[in-house]
Protein backbone atom coordinates (compact mmCIF):
# COMPACT_ATOMS: atom_id res chain seq x y z
CA UNK A 1 0.00 0.00 0.00
CA UNK A 2 1.27 3.59 -0.56
CA UNK A 3 0.04 6.75 0.85
CA UNK A 4 1.33 10.09 -1.31
CA UNK A 5 0.46 13.62 -0.38
CA UNK A 6 0.71 15.97 -3.34
CA UNK A 7 0.67 19.44 -2.49
CA UNK A 8 1.70 23.10 -2.86
CA UNK A 9 4.24 24.95 -0.77
CA UNK A 10 6.96 23.31 1.21
CA UNK A 11 6.57 23.49 4.78
CA UNK A 12 8.38 26.65 6.19
CA UNK A 13 8.43 26.18 10.03
CA UNK A 14 10.29 23.33 12.10
CA UNK A 15 7.63 22.29 14.00
CA UNK A 16 4.90 21.45 11.44
CA UNK A 17 8.40 19.43 9.73
CA UNK A 18 9.23 17.69 12.68
CA UNK A 19 5.60 16.79 13.54
CA UNK A 20 5.23 15.66 9.75
CA UNK A 21 8.39 13.74 9.82
CA UNK A 22 7.12 11.97 13.27
CA UNK A 23 4.25 10.59 11.41
CA UNK A 24 5.86 9.87 8.34
CA UNK A 25 8.36 7.61 10.43
CA UNK A 26 5.27 5.82 12.16
CA UNK A 27 3.26 5.56 9.02
CA UNK A 28 6.76 3.45 7.58
CA UNK A 29 5.34 0.10 8.87
CA UNK A 30 2.24 0.28 7.45
CA UNK A 31 2.83 1.90 3.76
CA UNK A 32 4.82 3.63 2.08
CA UNK A 33 4.66 7.48 1.88
CA UNK A 34 6.01 9.53 -0.89
CA UNK A 35 5.44 13.41 -0.51
CA UNK A 36 5.25 15.32 -3.68
CA UNK A 37 5.47 19.32 -3.38
CA UNK A 38 5.03 21.62 -5.70
CA UNK A 39 5.58 25.18 -6.50
CA UNK A 40 3.27 27.86 -5.15
CA UNK A 41 2.42 30.46 -7.47
CA UNK A 42 3.47 34.38 -6.18
CA UNK A 43 -0.63 35.83 -5.34
CA UNK A 44 -0.28 38.80 -3.69
CA UNK A 45 -3.32 39.87 -1.07
CA UNK A 46 -5.20 41.43 -4.13
CA UNK A 47 -6.28 39.58 -6.97
CA UNK A 48 -9.43 39.88 -9.37
CA UNK A 49 -11.55 36.53 -9.70
CA UNK A 50 -9.46 36.06 -12.87
CA UNK A 51 -5.88 36.42 -11.70
CA UNK A 52 -7.29 33.74 -8.37
CA UNK A 53 -7.93 31.17 -11.16
CA UNK A 54 -5.09 31.65 -13.25
CA UNK A 55 -2.80 30.90 -9.76
CA UNK A 56 -4.86 27.72 -9.23
CA UNK A 57 -4.81 26.49 -12.76
CA UNK A 58 -1.10 26.76 -12.74
CA UNK A 59 -0.53 25.15 -9.48
CA UNK A 60 -2.83 22.65 -10.44
CA UNK A 61 -1.11 21.63 -13.75
CA UNK A 62 2.17 21.06 -11.64
CA UNK A 63 -0.34 18.85 -9.35
CA UNK A 64 -1.47 17.12 -11.93
CA UNK A 65 1.66 16.21 -13.35
CA UNK A 66 2.70 14.60 -9.95
CA UNK A 67 -0.70 11.92 -9.91
CA UNK A 68 -0.44 8.86 -12.22
CA UNK A 69 -3.58 7.43 -14.01
CA UNK A 70 -3.62 4.56 -11.47
CA UNK A 71 -3.97 6.72 -8.03
CA UNK A 72 -7.06 6.93 -6.36
CA UNK A 73 -7.31 10.84 -6.22
CA UNK A 74 -8.85 12.38 -2.88
CA UNK A 75 -8.41 15.83 -2.91
CA UNK A 76 -8.94 17.97 0.10
CA UNK A 77 -11.83 20.60 -0.12
CA UNK A 78 -14.21 23.02 1.56
CA UNK A 79 -16.52 20.91 0.09
CA UNK A 80 -15.49 17.68 0.93
CA UNK A 81 -17.15 14.81 2.68
CA UNK A 82 -16.38 14.80 6.47
CA UNK A 83 -15.88 11.90 8.27
CA UNK A 84 -14.93 10.73 11.73
CA UNK A 85 -11.66 8.79 12.43
CA UNK A 86 -13.42 5.27 12.28
CA UNK A 87 -15.38 6.29 9.02
CA UNK A 88 -12.09 7.49 7.77
CA UNK A 89 -10.08 4.26 8.56
CA UNK A 90 -13.13 2.52 6.40
CA UNK A 91 -12.57 4.72 3.86
CA UNK A 92 -9.16 4.58 3.49
CA UNK A 93 -9.61 0.49 3.61
CA UNK A 94 -12.23 0.32 1.12
CA UNK A 95 -10.00 2.75 -1.13
CA UNK A 96 -7.46 -0.10 -1.42
CA UNK A 97 -9.89 -2.72 -1.75
CA UNK A 98 -11.47 -1.80 -4.51
CA UNK A 99 -8.70 0.74 -6.53
CA UNK A 100 -4.97 0.57 -7.47
CA UNK A 101 -2.27 0.09 -4.93
CA UNK A 102 -1.97 3.97 -4.20
CA UNK A 103 -4.01 6.47 -2.48
CA UNK A 104 -3.21 10.41 -3.47
CA UNK A 105 -4.42 13.02 -0.79
CA UNK A 106 -4.06 16.43 -2.95
CA UNK A 107 -3.21 19.59 -0.76
CA UNK A 108 -3.82 22.76 -2.68
CA UNK A 109 -2.31 26.39 -2.01
CA UNK A 110 -3.76 29.28 0.01
CA UNK A 111 -6.44 29.75 -2.83
CA UNK A 112 -7.89 26.07 -3.02
CA UNK A 113 -7.22 23.55 -5.82
CA UNK A 114 -8.42 24.50 -9.67
CA UNK A 115 -11.34 22.63 -11.19
CA UNK A 116 -8.84 20.56 -13.12
CA UNK A 117 -7.69 18.71 -10.29
CA UNK A 118 -10.96 18.76 -8.27
CA UNK A 119 -12.27 16.87 -11.52
CA UNK A 120 -9.71 13.98 -11.18
CA UNK A 121 -10.47 13.41 -8.06
CA UNK A 122 -12.49 10.08 -7.31
CA UNK A 123 -13.66 11.86 -3.89
CA UNK A 124 -13.12 14.81 -1.78
CA UNK A 125 -12.30 15.58 1.84
CA UNK A 126 -12.94 18.22 4.34
CA UNK A 127 -11.03 17.71 7.41
CA UNK A 128 -12.91 21.04 9.09
CA UNK A 129 -15.12 23.57 8.39
CA UNK A 130 -12.47 26.13 9.80
CA UNK A 131 -9.88 27.33 7.55
CA UNK A 132 -5.89 25.67 8.82
CA UNK A 133 -3.00 26.80 7.69
CA UNK A 134 -1.16 24.66 5.12
CA UNK A 135 1.58 23.51 7.75
CA UNK A 136 -0.99 22.29 9.88
CA UNK A 137 -3.48 20.35 7.36
CA UNK A 138 -0.45 18.50 5.99
CA UNK A 139 -0.15 17.16 9.80
CA UNK A 140 -3.30 16.69 10.84
CA UNK A 141 -3.51 14.59 7.50
CA UNK A 142 -0.71 12.17 8.15
CA UNK A 143 -1.70 11.76 12.10
CA UNK A 144 -5.48 10.84 10.16
CA UNK A 145 -3.56 8.45 8.08
CA UNK A 146 -1.38 7.23 10.59
CA UNK A 147 -4.90 6.88 12.81
CA UNK A 148 -6.64 5.06 10.09
CA UNK A 149 -4.09 2.00 9.65
CA UNK A 150 -3.79 1.97 13.65
CA UNK A 151 -7.93 1.57 13.34
CA UNK A 152 -7.80 -1.02 10.74
CA UNK A 153 -5.04 -3.10 12.49
CA UNK A 154 -6.85 -3.39 15.70
CA UNK A 155 -4.41 -1.30 17.43
CA UNK A 156 -4.90 0.88 20.68
CA UNK A 157 -3.57 4.45 19.50
CA UNK A 158 -7.07 5.14 18.56
CA UNK A 159 -9.64 6.30 21.77
Known amino acids: MKIKIAC??????????????????????????ELCE???????????PAEEQQVKEREGERLLAKILPNEYVVCLAIDG?????????????????RQA???????GGSLGLGQAVLRRAESR?????????HGLCRVFLLEQVYRAFKINAGEPYHK
Not at 38 to 48: C, G, I, M, Q, R
Not at 81 to 97: N, T, V
Not at 101 to 107: C, D, G, L, N, Q
Open 125 to 133: LSVSDMTLP
Open 38 to 48: VADEKAPESLS
Open 8 to 33: VGKLKDSFFRDAAAEYAKRLSRFCTL
Open 101 to 107: STVTFVI
Open 81 to 97: KRHSSEQFAAFLQGAFD
